[in-house]
């Protein structure tokens, strides 16, 4: 039967890129979505605002939501310092399993855990699974009507701190109206949107960026 494109990524991957090297791996993602077939992953472009966010924070403790190919999880994971505990969440089987080995190829599959299941289910379960007290970053990829549930629950979860940082993929494309409207009328959150474009196009997207402020 015919392959799926996540395991057309990663033949690309293991064809394109020198293994160890993380850079090398990210830039035979963006090569084969430019090229060959486009990937909802964040990008080259939005994924040096994702990689100065990261490096701004310097966190301790991150979440990812939406793990898809590893993409993102390879970016975030270069930037960390030893020590920091990375959790990554997927509920497609067939998503971790590529995603597993495009990390593992990047070397960096000691530096963050993907975890099978929905975010709905595993948010709550944080604290008493991972050892999580709060998260410093959580970066927002999954889909995007469930932004603003999300973001409901971690309040609910206390998994949010004085300072912890949301950043938020596709919110003008496709688009999260709800959760934007949330995050920039609640006195919760501090607010700042940063312009960019769908990852390997022209249309207009952006990432949100939002620090909880209780
Ligand atoms: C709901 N809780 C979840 N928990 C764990 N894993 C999840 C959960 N929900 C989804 N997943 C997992 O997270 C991934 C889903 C990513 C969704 N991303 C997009 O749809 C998305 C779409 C576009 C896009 C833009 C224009 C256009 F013309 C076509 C597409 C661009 C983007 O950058 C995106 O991120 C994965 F597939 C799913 O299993
Ligand atoms: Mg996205």
Request: with cysteine; glycine share 6%.
């Amino acid at each position: 039967t015919r392959s799926t494109r996540p395991q057309r990524m990663l033949k690309a991957v293991q064809k394109k890129a020198t293994k160890g090297d993380p850079e090398s791996v990210i830039s035979a993602i963006d090569y084969f979505c430019k090229h060959s077939e486009w990937a909802m992953n964040v990008g080259d472009e939005k994924g040096s605002i994702l990689d100065s966010v990261v490096t701004e924070v310097n966190p301790s403790t991150v979440l990812e939501l939406g793990t898809y190919c590893g993409y993102s999880t390879v970016r975030i994971a270069r930037l960390l310092s030893p020590g920091t505990k990375f959790i990554t969440l997927e509920f497609n089987p067939a998503n971790v399993t590529i995603a597993r080995q495009i990390i593992a190829y990047a070397g960096l599959q000691d530096k963050v855990t993907v975890v099978e299941g929905s975010s709905g289910d595993l948010i709550p379960q944080m604290k008493e699974r991972f050892g999580i007290t709060t998260f410093d970053f959580i970066f927002l990829d999954h889909w995007k009507d469930r932004y603003l549930p999300d973001i409901k629950l971690f309040e609910e979860c206390g998994l949010l701190r004085k300072g912890s940082v949301l950043l938020a993929d596709n919110v003008i494309c496709p688009g999260a109206p709800e959760y934007l409207e949330y995050v920039r009328n609640s006195p919760r959150y501090e607010s700042r949107y940063y312009p960019a474009h769908l990852e390997y196009t022209k249309v207009e997207d952006g990432l949100e960026k939002s620090v909880f402020l209780e």
